[in-house]
Each structure stands twice: as structure tokens, then as C-alpha cells.
């Protein structure tokens, strides 16, 4: 789980991953599991990563502000390659999805 901190800090300055608040807010190193093949959104990618390797990160690191409206969220992770501009739908690129629950009865908040 991550925090969000509140900051005194403007749009710009929660944009720039690399800007002074970003410096004094802690974070979190979060275990990931790859989204199950049976839940990908094609049925393309079900067969094709069916006997090909995926979700090859383990683990990334969090950090999470907001200004009392919007929260803004900064990950991080260990990757070797650089697929930001991928254009072969046969790959997966560098990206990430982040869920919100809209109940906290939901399985994934319970605490271990």
C-alpha cells in the first residue's frame, strides 16, 4: 500500500518526476504479479504469451502526493530494455495501470 503525502506544490512540480517535492516524499517498494493471461483484454494476446514469458517485473517503487484535489502518483522499476514507443502490438511496452477500488471490501485491500 502507498500513502499519499500532502504537498504545497504546484501542477508543474508534481509533473517533473525529478522536481524538489518529489525529493521529500517517501515511498513504497510494492511486489507486482503479472495480470493472469484468462484476464488480458484479446483473446490475441491469451494465445499468443500463452508459452512466452511476461510480466518479467517483480517489483517497483511508489511514491504517491496530492494538493487536496488530484493525487499524482511517481513509479519506478528496475528494467533493462526501454520499450516506451513500442509501435509491434506483438510486445508489451514500458507502461503501468494503476487500480483504484471503489470498495473496501474488496479482496486485494484485505490486510495480511
Same mark, same amino acid.
Do not use: C
Given at each position: 500500500?502507498?500513502?499519499?503525502?500532502?504537498?504545497?506544490?504546484?501542477?508543474?512540480?508534481?509533473?517533473?518526476?525529478?522536481?524538489?517535492?518529489?525529493?521529500?516524499?517517501?515511498?513504497?517498494?510494492?511486489?507486482?504479479?503479472?495480470?493472469?493471461?484468462? /484476464?488480458?483484454?484479446?483473446?490475441? #494476446?491469451?494465445?499468443?504469451?500463452?508459452? $512466452?514469458?511476461?510480466?518479467?517485473? =517483480?517489483? @517497483?517503487?511508489?511514491?504517491? /502526493?496530492?494538493?487536496?484535489?488530484? #493525487?499524482?502518483?511517481?513509479?519506478?522499476? $528496475?528494467?533493462?530494455?526501454?520499450? =516506451?514507443? @513500442?509501435?509491434?502490438?506483438?510486445?508489451?511496452?514500458?507502461?503501468?495501470?494503476?487500480?483504484?477500488?471503489?470498495? $473496501?471490501?474488496?479482496?486485494?485491500?484485505?490486510?495480511?
Amino acid at each position: 500500500m502507498v500513502k499519499a503525502q500532502r504537498v504545497k506544490a504546484d501542477d508543474a512540480a508534481l509533473l517533473d518526476p525529478a522536481s524538489a517535492p518529489w525529493q521529500a516524499i517517501g515511498g513504497s517498494e510494492l511486489i507486482l504479479q503479472p495480470t493472469p493471461l484468462s /484476464a488480458q483484454p484479446s483473446v490475441y #494476446i491469451q494465445s499468443k504469451w500463452k508459452v $512466452r514469458p511476461y510480466g518479467g517485473i =517483480d517489483r @517497483l517503487f511508489a511514491r504517491a /502526493a496530492h494538493d487536496g484535489e488530484r #493525487i499524482y502518483l511517481r513509479l519506478s522499476w $528496475r528494467d533493462e530494455t526501454k520499450d =516506451d514507443g @513500442l509501435r509491434d502490438t506483438d510486445q508489451f511496452a514500458d507502461a503501468a495501470a494503476v487500480l483504484f477500488p471503489v470498495n $473496501r471490501a474488496w479482496a486485494h485491500l484485505r490486510r495480511r
